[in-house]
């Protein structure tokens, strides 16, 4: 049964009965499909009549009342699309280059780039010459849509009008990717085709053109290999959007197929007006939900042969996209996205309710197959995209081909917006991507930007491609250009901060640098910080990590396995152009801090390294061997600098072939790391893992994220306040084993006597001043103040709070601060002279205690959480996964504001702790703000997947490096 036309969804469900779509085995047999096509199944006429044809006499034409932008032959389940004419009658003859047809600018003996033009209206374009192609009239290109490739980075084809000819230089003028002639860069070697005008219908495998009357017009047709298009059957799309919602809630789609959309006619409109307003008729999809809705299922559907599958976009000020579902479905051969579900604001908006928001998303167990194949004017057609949800899961997608990135989410909030973003918990797990990045580059199979947590894990990312046709012929002959061919990645950080990487296995084609298919990266980084990647398998890449703008430290590489790695292993600065250039620069003034001392790299595993080890400094320093790596982070005080060891035999069985398990005698055996990865809260402004730090052992880095109003611009992220703790009476050899993370000393001992750890009261509660752009609103720059309540730190006023500590507890017989901020109003966690935790909450309006059930004074480690809910004026006590008991607790006026330091382990007036603190963590919301309860927050972090390998296993004593275990 199919349906053709468009549906438009004009009332909501209820909580309990939403409304449903599916199909019903009643009805018939086979598929339900909802069609954007007309079907044509005769009334076609041999010898068209248009002056322009180059073969009249072969071309078929039928008159049409609509104006199909896309046709496809279907013969029995097939459907085939035929192309609109073009110029080349390119195909893909190379899956590893699916443009080596298309044609590319030459610019003979002049420049490369910067070229433009006026044409005869004195409209500026971007002018591309090709002296051995355009050797036509200015009929020939005046009015065709160009596909073209620009630079210097990403590079996704997209569609313009050809507006000008330069017949004497041989050169075509269109507009730029956004507009403006001088909106990115057209160069030598770029490539591009051209298409829909009748000159160019002449493919004897299958071609079509359109001449339009109106709302009607002429379809001409090649048809392929020759065939009698009245004994075929065809299908000519007709409508953009099949299903369109708009500020509905509770609806359920399931067990439908979609098929045969049509797109826009125009292919090179902008997608946005005037202030960036979003144009809905530039955004079509088969299911498309323009502005917010709660609780909307997509589930068991199968989308074929359309322009997206499903696109949600919160365009609607105060009307958020929540509860979010798109499970079990096949999309497959799209033009532009797969799965796209956005909040509303958009690039450039600064303020924070210029669009609705997202909350929850579940993207799960979906096949996605040669995904964004013809792109809109601006976007690059990603499988999934997600744009800023709160709370995110994709798991479970399996990705094939997809002609940009497979798998790109952004969370929190975009660069430039003043929102306050207490919470995002992003998990991307158990995918796999494979041969993305067709068409396009600078971009990830996965990729991840802005504000996190972020959990990235057990996935597999295959063959990233990335190929940059202009790079690769200026550079492959070069020996001072290598990887010029790709600039694509198995995982991507693009100003993407507080991200888990770990147990995720990534691999190339090849790792030399001077192939046409060697792998740029297993992972890249711009600007990001606060990350860390474990138990990774890297296999044929060449490079293994790629960092830009490395100034603000804070990453971890711990027990990673590097198999094949053909030029750098560690590429954290732009090294200098030659070793001896790099030395020179070093023994200078330094030109700026990296802030090496808090990164960590450790337990890696090394195998084929062919190239260079690391380049780490500012200088571009060279450290080509893994000893001159070791003793370059080393110096610098690196939380752990021992890097790894070189593998003398193959550690792993045959990757060649997919098969990443270690070997017999494999050196990943106990090298791998065990690292705590905390379950993501509401609005945290404190976490302190008491990782000894050789540069400064007083110093406890805090490792917080929060994404507050005065988080702008991510270039300024890492500039802003972090609150850490110095150590009073304790330096190196006051850090002793943990439990939670066995690549360091990551607990912190204190005697009972003198020693406690501290934040200074001007630290927490002070002024910052930051500055907002309004690139839309006309108005100029403004600068802020964020002070009291508006300032995020451990400082509370009237919020809800939560207090969590991991501990390990002496036998004593005194009270003892674990973490307070007190003086005379306060908060503080602690335990009493019986051992029992007391938590305690003082306000000018009262105060209020809360004490445990039983000592914990018995050498064991215990977790405690805390939390102080406002609305119901109750205090909790969680302790070791359960609750333990609750108290009356401040109202929600009350705050607990004071001038009071922050002190841990004790104070100077006494209440010493004797024992070892491992983690602490302070938030401004409960479990409930942060959408979680305590037995999931326990769960994850003490029996989390980043406790087990790839395949689900725990260890067996210590973790092996790599993703998978040695099982046997």
């Not at 959309?261 to 979003?278: I, R």
């Not at 451990?794 to 969590?804: A, G, M, V, W, Y």
Request: aromatic share 10%; charged share 25%.
């Amino acid at each position: 049964m199919t349906y053709r036309g468009r549906l438009i969804a004009r009332d909501s469900g209820a909580t309990a009965e939403p409304i449903r779509l599916t199909s019903d085995p009643g009805w018939g047999d086979g598929e339900a499909v909802l069609s954007g096509a007309a079907r044509i199944t005769g009334g076609w006429t041999r010898g068209a009549t248009h002056p322009d044809l180059p073969a009249p006499a072969r071309v078929w034409y039928r008159d049409l009342d609509y104006v199909p932008r896309t046709l496809w032959l279907v013969r029995g389940a097939t459907a085939s699309r035929i192309p609109l004419a073009r110029l080349p009658n390119w195909k893909i003859s190379d899956p590893e280059d699916i443009k080596s047809e298309w044609w590319s600018w030459d610019y003979p003996g002049g420049k490369s780039f910067d070229v433009f033009m006026r044409n005869e209206q004195g409209k500026e374009l971007v002018l591309g010459i090709d002296t051995r192609h355009l050797t036509g009239s200015r009929d020939l290109y005046l009015g065709a849509i160009i596909w073209a490739e620009f630079g210097w980075v990403d590079g996704t084809p997209y569609p313009s009008y050809v507006q000008g000819f330069d017949g004497e230089k041989r050169g075509l003028g269109f507009e730029g990717y956004l507009g403006s002639a001088r909106s990115r860069k057209i160069a030598r070697h770029h490539r591009y085709y051209l298409e829909d005008k009748p000159h160019y219908l002449d493919d004897p495998e299958g071609e079509f053109w359109f001449e339009r009357r109106g709302n009607g017009g002429r379809l001409h047709l090649i048809p392929p290999a020759g065939i009698d298009p009245n004994d075929a059957t065809f299908e000519a799309g007709r409508e953009s959007t099949l299903l369109h919602l708009a500020d509905r809630d509770h609806l359920v789609i399931s067990g439908l197929v979609f098929r045969f959309t049509n797109v826009t006619w125009n292919l090179t409109e902008l997608p946005w007006g005037e202030k960036f307003a979003l144009k809905e008729h530039v955004h079509p999809a088969a299911i498309r939900v323009w502005g917010g809705g709660r609780d909307l299922t997509i589930a068991h559907c199968t989308f074929e042969h359309v322009n997206s599958a499903i696109l949600m976009k919160a365009v609607t000020p105060g009307r958020p996209l929540d509860r979010v579902a798109v499970t079990d479905c096949a999309i497959r051969d799209t033009d532009h996205h797969g799965i796209a579900i956005q909040e509303g604001i958009q690039w450039g908006h600064a303020l924070p309710d210029e669009g609705g928001h997202l909350y929850d998303v579940r993207i799960l167990r979906n096949f996605l197959a040669r995904v964004g194949q013809r792109p809109a004017r601006v976007g690059s057609g990603n499988a999934i995209d997600v744009g800023n949800a709160q709370t995110l899961e994709v798991a479970g997608n399996i990705i094939e081909r997809p002609w940009h990135a497979g798998i790109n989410v952004h969370g929190a909030k975009i660069s430039g917006n003043t929102r306050d973003v207490p919470l995002t918990r992003i998990l991307i797990h158990h995918n796999r991507v494979t041969d993305g990045i067709r068409t396009g580059d600078d971009c990830g199979n996965i990729e991840t930007w802005q504000g996190g947590p972020a959990y990235v894990y057990n996935n597999v990312s295959g063959n990233p491609g990335g190929f940059r046709n202009a790079s690769w012929q200026e550079g492959r002959n070069n020996p001072n250009r290598p990887g010029a061919a790709r600039f694509g990645m198995a995982y991507y950080l693009d100003g993407a901060f507080k991200n888990y990487y770990f147990n995720n296995i990534g691999w190339g084609l090849s790792a030399d640098p001077w192939s046409p298919v060697g792998a740029t990266a297993m992972f890249q980084e711009i600007i990001s910080y606060e990350n860390a990647f474990f138990n990774n398998t890297a296999y044929n890449f060449v490079k293994g990590t790629r960092r830009q703008a490395p100034q603000a430290g804070r990453n971890k590489f711990l027990g990673n396995v590097w198999d094949g790695i053909g030029d750098w292993v560690f590429w954290h600065t732009t090294p200098a152009r030659s070793a001896a250039q790099g030395n020179e620069a070093d023994a200078g003034p330094a030109r700026e801090h990296y802030a090496l001392e808090t990164n960590a790299i450790a337990g890696n595993v090394f195998h084929r390294i062919t190239g260079k080890f690391a380049a780490f400094k500012p200088s571009g320093q060279w450290h080509e061997t893994l000893d001159d790596s070791r003793r370059a982070l080393t110096g610098a005080g690196a939380l752990a600098g021992e890097i790894g060891v070189i593998a003398p035999r193959p550690p792993l069985l045959d990757p060649a072939n997919r098969d990443f398990r270690p070997t017999a005698d494999s050196a990943v055996v106990d090298r791998g790391a065990r690292v705590f990865v905390p379950w993501a809260l509401h609005g945290t402004v404190g976490e302190w893992h008491f990782h000894a730090s050789p540069a400064t052992p007083a110093r406890i880095l805090d490792e917080h994220w929060y994404m507050a109003p005065y988080y702008v611009r991510r270039d300024d992220y890492h500039t802003l306040p972090t609150f850490p703790l110095t150590v009073v009476h304790g330096g190196a050899d006051a850090f002793v084993a943990s439990p939670l993370d066995d690549w360091t000393g990551g607990a912190l001992r204190f005697d009972g006597a003198t020693r406690f750890a501290t934040c200074p009261n001007a630290d927490l509660d002070r002024s910052l001043d930051y500055k907002v752009d309004f690139r839309w609103d006309r108005r100029p720059s403004e600068t802020r103040t964020a002070s009291g309540r508006d300032f995020k730190s451990p400082q509370i006023h009237d919020t809800n709070f939560l207090l969590e500590v991991i501990f390990r507890a002496e036998p004593a017989s005194t009270p003892a601060v674990l973490v307070e901020k007190r003086r005379g109003h306060g908060y503080g966690l602690g335990l009493n002279h019986e051992g029992k935790v007391i938590f305690e909450a003082a306000s000018p309006a009262g105060s209020h205690a809360l004490t445990g059930s039983s000592s914990l004074r018995d050498g064991k480690w215990h977790h405690i959480l805390a939390e102080a809910d406002r609305a119901t004026r109750t205090l909790t006590l969680y302790v070791d996964g359960r609750k333990n008991g609750t108290a009356a607790g401040p109202g929600p006026g009350d705050s607990l504001a004071n001038p009071g330091d922050l002190f841990v382990g004790g104070t100077p007036g006494g209440r010493h702790f004797r024992g070892d603190i491992d983690f602490l963590r302070i938030a401004l919301g409960t479990l409930a703000d942060a959408r979680t309860d305590i037995a999931e927050l326990h769960a994850w972090q003490f029996s989390g997947p980043f406790l087990r390998d790839f395949a689900g296993r725990t260890p067996l004593g210590k973790r092996d490096a790599g993703a998978l275990e040695k099982t046997d």
